[in-house]
């Protein structure tokens, strides 16, 4: 029997919508349409989760997630266009158009002790491998991460069930953990990424229990396939508060088991060159998210490891080695040793490459023979563009980007010549990649 968590009721709190003043129609006919024809055949199902949660604070939801007695098998039978997915928790994707209704069965999880059952499966370091033990809607809420996610909307009643008193967290402005906050990281340690994401996000406060571990279990994340922190990652920074997020991977150290030799750059970054740097790359991606324009991780990822590659090129410099052939040296090393810590996709690093690469070529002036060749580059602009980042933080000379600028406009070629392509980059041997878990 689930041993009763402390904070937890024996029966949920019923939010009637006159106080939460949400209604089924700010849901998805999708959602709704699954939750309704789950309880037609006997299967109690919820819409949960950052739906629920994003609707009450004001933010447009992504997606809406349902949460049902049902099991996948049963709910695979009552939907034509779905499949079961997963390994590490079994889920349902119905398909409507462009929107998948994600469908979960009720969970059992560990205990509020952090002990698991017999049939749930553990790491050495208490990392959560396997959890397909299902259970009751109390034991369901009581396993998921934050109070603030374990919301049910019922859309039938148009009320909110509350187990874990996630409701008057989010009118508090509180993000709690559900359970003993040190078995949770250890049991996920991506939650602490998730916690420094909804910080941002919602500019709600971390509860001081749930704050007080981070910092000590930090470590934690070198446990966590390499492949699965860049979705993290991507999430952290493409979402509108990439200023906000890095901020608070700073104060809880979780920038070093993400990106060691940025925090190594930013510990001796004595005139403050480094950090500005990343605060204009940063700014920049936040500004193009709110105008609506594509974000990209490609200048983010270059202010990261420029510092680092350029104290490279000096060592390489003094042993006699000309400037760009240490530079390719130093991004070899680099990009190597980075992919142990986050596995960034070659078509990311190869853009990354080209924009530091370029940096040299760009610093050696519009006056050498290869300027106009240059213009010719298929990442030409963004190489100019993350130029003018390095001037904006006083990196390098405003002259060196107006002079290329007012030469582009004066020698308007083609990004790419026709019969010309990306430049061919070596051939690297495969790389083992450790499966993304579902």
Do not use: C
Not at 50 to 61: N, Q
Not at 83 to 88: A, K
Not at 248 to 277: C, I
Not at 300 to 325: N, S
Request: no cysteine; hydrophobic share 40%; net charge positive.
């Amino acid at each position: 029997m689930l041993e009763q968590e402390p904070g937890s009721r024996p029966e949920p709190l019923v939010i009637p919508s006159v106080d939460h003043r949400l209604s089924r129609e700010q849901f998805s006919d999708a959602s709704r349409f699954v939750v309704e024809r789950l309880a037609d055949q006997g299967y109690p199902a919820y819409i949960v989760g950052g739906g629920v949660r994003d609707l009450l604070i004001g933010v447009p939801p992504k997606d809406f997630d349902v949460a049902t007695v049902a099991r996948p098998d049963q709910v695979r039978r009552l939907f034509r266009r779905s499949r079961i997915i997963g390994r590490r928790f079994r889920l349902v994707h119905i398909y409507f158009g462009s929107e998948i209704v994600e469908v979960a069965t009720f969970r059992s999880g560990t205990l509020p002790s952090g002990h698991a059952p017999a049939n749930l499966e553990l790491s050495a370091a208490g990392r959560l491998l396997r959890d397909n033990v299902y259970g009751t809607e109390q034991q369901d809420a009581l396993r998921r991460d934050f109070t603030m996610n374990a919301l049910y909307f019922d859309p039938v009643s148009e009320t909110i069930r509350d187990w874990v008193g996630g409701y008057e967290d989010i009118r508090a402005r509180m993000i709690r953990l559900i359970g003993d906050p040190e078995n949770r990281y250890r049991e996920d340690p991506v939650r602490m990424l998730r916690a420094i994401r909804f910080e941002a996000r919602t500019g709600f406060s971390l509860e001081a229990e749930t704050a007080a571990p981070i910092q000590r279990l930090a470590a934690l994340l070198a446990t966590v396939p390499s492949a699965r922190l860049f979705d993290e990652i991507t999430k952290l920074f493409l979402l509108g508060q990439a200023q906000n997020s890095f901020r608070g991977l700073l104060e809880m150290r979780l920038l070093k088991p993400l990106f060691p030799w940025t925090q190594e750059m930013l510990v001796s970054d004595t005139g403050g060159a480094v950090r500005s740097l990343i605060e204009q790359a940063l700014l920049e991606t936040d500004t193009m998210i709110r105008t609506g324009h594509p974000p990209s991780l490609v200048p983010l990822i270059t202010a990261f490891l420029w510092a680092a590659t350029q104290q490279y090129v000096e060592w390489h410099e003094k042993e006699g080695m000309e400037t760009l052939t240490a530079m390719h040296r130093a991004l070899a090393i680099l990009m190597r040793e980075q992919q142990k810590h986050v596995a960034i996709p070659r078509r990311i690093l190869d853009q990354v490459e080209a924009l530091i690469l370029n940096q040299i070529r760009l610093e050696r002036g519009t006056a050498v023979t290869s300027a106009t060749r240059l213009l010719r580059h298929p990442d030409f602009r963004p190489s100019l563009d993350f130029l003018r980042l390095r001037v904006e933080s006083g990196e390098a000379p405003a002259a060196l980007w107006s002079d290329w600028q007012a030469f582009s406009e004066l020698h308007p070629v083609a990004e790419t010549l026709p019969g010309e392509t990306r430049p061919a980059h070596r051939r690297r041997r495969p790389r083992s990649r450790t499966p993304r878990p579902s």
